[in-house]
């Protein structure tokens, strides 16, 4: 795998080992507690992941598929486009810009502790396999649009930078909700 894309899968690998961590680490009523109203619980942060990266996937498929076409370069380089490098920076915790979720986006219901971290658990492996397939690709190139801002788009190494960055962000907020529930919230 190229080196940059590497970079990501090991990101990818992180947070699923976060998630994993933190999710383990809760009863199912604490997996779904808000400890303040308008905030979300540990399982809508992971939950909302898991229907941001479905949304991605299909966009990632069809920027790889035009990558083909100009073929490969093991050597090239991979660089963030503007749109790309402004919001995976205020993407990554500590949150630098808050936003609000459109409605798709916004988990409706979650499910179990084990259903919601599986379903994360199997997009890293989904995510990871986009990556090797990328790799060597002209990613500077082609375009992913957004699935929340159909007006905005970047390019592919960027949106592979967004989710990464993205990830983080709502980890980092689950980790928060979780240290405000307390210490009695094991399983």
């Known amino acids: 795998m190229h080196p940059q894309l590497a970079v990501i899968a090991a990101e990818l690998a992180d947070t699923g080992a976060r998630a994993t961590e933190l999710v383990q680490g809760l009863d199912e009523t604490a997996f779904h507690a808000r400890p303040d109203p308008p905030g979300w619980s540990v399982a809508e942060c992971v939950a909302h992941l898991n229907l941001m990266d479905e949304a991605m996937l299909p ?6 598929l035009e990558a083909q076409t100009a073929g490969t370069d093991p050597a090239r380089r991979y660089r963030r486009d503007v749109v790309g490098w402004l919001l995976s920076y205020s993407l990554d915790p500590p949150s630098r810009v808050r936003t609000r979720t459109t409605p798709p986006f916004v988990p ?79 399983s």
């Open 59 to 64: 966009r990632i498929d069809a920027a790889i």
């Open 108 to 186: 409706a219901s979650t499910g179990s502790r084990e259903t919601v971290l599986s379903r994360f658990m199997d997009l890293r492996v989904d995510l990871g396999h986009r990556l090797e397939a990328a790799s060597g690709l002209d990613l500077n190139r082609v375009r992913v649009r957004s699935p929340i801002n159909a007006k905005l788009s970047y390019n592919l190494y960027s949106a592979f930078r967004v989710i990464a960055a993205h990830e983080r962000r709502h980890l980092w907020q689950a980790e928060q909700v979780r240290a405000r529930l307390g210490p009695a919230t094991g």
